[in-house]
């Protein structure tokens, strides 16, 4: 009794798998956009700007459309959280369909702070969709310049 060799059809399947597994790979390690991930079950995540001079570190967070009362901020050690939720505008058209590209739902993002930083001291502004997290620094982890005498 012979058997025929036959396609398995589970292959092309595996192969783009593990394409997209690679370009995920790709985009976190070498720090691309990794803005579309989760983006099949409605989650987004909003890009950041992180910076740090001597005295304070400063988060930028891009989240337009969200009003500045539905943000939660809070620190846990030397990480910053920022939660929030962008809710959907219900709109009803006479229309067969309709484009909808933007994205909705809640978002949650947790930062690793370079430096500990006093939590008395921490200011958040929104201005034009731009969140701005300012946190000074603990004098202890402030630079102190050290002048040599001559002698």
Same mark, same amino acid.
């Given at each position: ?40 079950? %409605?989650?987004?995540?909003?890009? /950041? @700007? =992180? ?7 400063? *988060?930028? $967070? #891009? ?41 909705? %739902?809640?978002?949650?993002?947790? /930062? @690793? =702070? ?7 001291? *921490?200011? $958040? #502004? ?26």
């Amino acid at each position: 009794m012979a058997r025929e060799i036959t396609k398995w059809t589970l292959l092309p399947t595996i192969s783009s798998l593990q394409s997209e597994m690679n370009r995920m790979m790709d985009r976190f390690f070498r720090g691309g956009d990794l803005s579309e991930l989760g983006t099949e079950i %409605g989650a987004w995540i909003p890009p /950041i @700007d =992180l910076s740090e001079t001597a005295e304070k570190i400063t *988060v930028k $967070a #891009e989240i337009p459309g969200i009003d500045p009362k539905e943000v939660d901020i809070s620190i846990q050690g030397d990480t910053l959280l920022i939660k929030g939720e962008k809710k959907e505008e219900k709109e009803e058209k006479g229309k067969n369909y309709y484009r909808m590209e933007r994205r909705y %739902g809640g978002f949650s993002r947790s /930062i @690793d =702070l370079p430096s500990s930083v006093d939590t008395n001291k *921490v200011t $958040a #502004e929104y201005k034009n969709g731009v969140l701005e997290i300012t946190l000074q620094k603990k004098e202890a982890v402030k630079p102190k310049q050290i002048s040599v005498k001559v002698s």
